[in-house]
């Protein structure tokens, strides 16, 4: 119980520091923070200038964690993320120059503006926390997590995320415009410069991943793994929908449901945590027919 304690201390810890940046959207924050501590990835989709790339900035700082950032780019190269072996002619051998994903908290910015190829370069990376190249296996740091913006799919230039990608992305979250007042608060936080400039670390790597390791202990009953699965089957039995849930989506809010039990003081699931959580875990999961698209 003590290293549930520690655990919740260390999330909500976290949460408060982020919301000092990203102000008005306490939900959002605590599902990357959700993430974090299921060691999974997270995709924000929304319209520019809503906050996005400060999220992943604010959460990488407030954890003391190395960043990376990736700017997609039509023209970009899978090597410009995974790295490249160069020629080293004092040494006579290749040495590994790593990309930017080998980092411990990744932000991948519009990522569906780069091509199937590109995106699909960071699949191994997200999936087995390494990068593999020219037959040598690089790790990625611990802790891990990407966190990929991508603008609404109606946008000039961009290309839809492939359904085996999407599958990686533990959730999708949308933050939204800010309330008139949340806005004024915005503008004078910012009056002399940036809340970010000054954000401190509250934590560490290694409190970190404790804190993804005391998720696993959470307690979940028997009939709270029902519901998770009766949900997750519905998405494949609906007649609207083309491409239900994989049972990656069921191992996600599994997890998810330990994490969010651990922010809410609880050492036991709830079902309000899984039906909390099915939107954001389900919905980039589930492709729907075309025909109820042209109905819509």
């Known amino acids: 119980m003590a290293d549930l304690e520690r655990a919740r201390d260390t999330a909500q810890r976290i949460v408060d520091n982020v919301k000092k940046v990203i102000i008005g959207k306490d939900e959002p ?54 790295g ?42 997200m999936d087995e926390r390494q990068v593999t190249m020219e037959g040598i296996t690089h ?5 891990f997590m990407v966190l990929a913006t991508q603008n609404p799919i109606e946008y000039e230039g961009t290309f839809p995320l492939p359904e085996a990608q999407l599958d990686r992305f533990l959730l999708m979250i949308t933050l939204g415009y800010p309330s008139r007042e949340q806005e004024l608060e915005i503008i004078e936080d910012q009056r002399l410069v940036h809340p970010i ?3 401190a670390a509250v934590t560490g790597p290694a409190e970190v991943i404790e804190t993804q390791e005391a998720v696993r202990h959470v307690y979940v009953d028997d009939l709270v793994k029902q519901y998770i699965v009766a949900i997750t089957d519905a998405t494949r039995t609906y007649p609207d929908v083309a491409l239900g849930a994989s049972p990656r989506g069921s191992l996600g809010l599994y997890r998810g449901g330990q994490a969010t039990a651990i922010l809410r003081g609880r050492d036991h699931v ?27």
């Open 29 to 82: 924050v605590e599902l990357a923070v959700v993430a974090l501590m299921c060691q999974g990835h997270m995709l924000v989709e929304d319209v520019p200038g809503v906050g996005k790339t400060m999220l992943a900035r604010s959460l990488a700082k407030s954890i003391g964690c190395s960043f990376g950032r990736i700017q997609f780019t039509p023209d970009l190269l899978p090597s410009d993320i995974t």
């Open 84 to 125: 490249v072996s160069i020629y080293n002619q004092k040494t006579q051998e290749f040495e590994f120059k790593k990309g930017p994903i080998i980092a411990q908290i990744v932000l991948a910015d519009e990522i569906n503006r780069a091509t199937p190829k590109t995106q699909s370069a960071m699949l191994e990376a």
């Open 139 to 143: 790790p990625v740091p611990q802790p």
């Open 197 to 199: 400039e000054s954000l």
């Open 270 to 296: 709830l079902p309000d945590d899984i039906k909390e959580l099915a939107v954001p875990m389900l919905s980039h999961r589930v492709i729907v027919s075309a025909r109820r698209g042209c109905e819509g």
